[in-house]
């Protein structure tokens, strides 16, 4: 079993069990007051795995596996069986914390801000594979045919935007610094993909 399909069963089974109990789920979620004053770091990793709904879930975890099965097969191609599967791990794992970090600093002193979900980590992989893949096709809201590079850029472009205006209960600072944070710890893993990126943006265009 790949260790996408894992961490989507993990997620799945946390996240119900969270719907079933909010004292778990309260105690789980992204509090920036809870995670400062506290020292109740654990939940810059634990809001990952829980979800406001089953809506929440199913999208995050269904996007996920579309992008997640693709990498951690080139993960497993570049590194080999079992360091491409901890690499993408590490990779996964990593993105959660490091996506919840501005939110961190930002609400540190507000007792009513809250985040939950894997949408920074899914931003990461999402942008991992648009490493390997700058020039595919994916279908914007579902319904428009973009490439995956020009996707990228204007996803960051609406995350940041919308983190500015601040006028909906979507943490998109997560969205944002989890898909940087992506890019770059893949390149990080081995900074040979960055010139590979690079060839295949300039020499594989569709056009």
Do not use: C
């Not at 919840?100 to 990461?124: E, I, M, R, W």
Request: hydrophobic share 50%; aromatic share 20%; glycine share 8%.
């Amino acid at each position: 079993m790949s260790i996408t399909l894992i961490l989507i069963i993990l997620t799945a089974g946390i996240s119900y069990f969270s719907f079933e109990n909010r004292s778990l789920f309260e105690k789980l979620k992204h509090s920036p007051y809870a995670e400062t004053k506290s020292k109740e770091f654990y939940r810059l990793w634990t809001s990952g795995f829980v979800h406001g709904s089953w809506l929440h879930l199913g999208i995050n975890m269904f996007v996920f596996y579309q992008f997640g099965e693709a990498v951690e097969g080139n993960f497993i191609f570049y590194f080999g069986e079992l360091m491409g599967r901890i690499n993408f791990l590490l990779l996964y794992l990593g993105t959660i914390p490091f996506a919840n970090l501005s939110t961190l600093y930002k609400h540190k002193d507000d007792p009513y801000f809250a985040s939950v979900g894997a949408s920074g980590a899914v931003s990461g992989i999402l942008f991992a594979y648009v490493i390997f893949n700058p020039w595919n096709i994916l279908l914007l809201f579902f319904i428009i045919p973009v490439p995956a590079f020009i996707a990228a850029v204007l996803y960051l472009i609406y995350s940041s935007y919308a983190s500015k205006q601040g006028q909906d209960m979507i943490d998109h600072d997560a969205h944002f610094y989890g898909a940087i944070f992506g890019f770059l710890l893949t390149i990080i893993l081995n900074p040979e993909f960055f010139s590979m990126f690079l060839d295949k943006l300039i020499n594989q265009t569709p056009f």
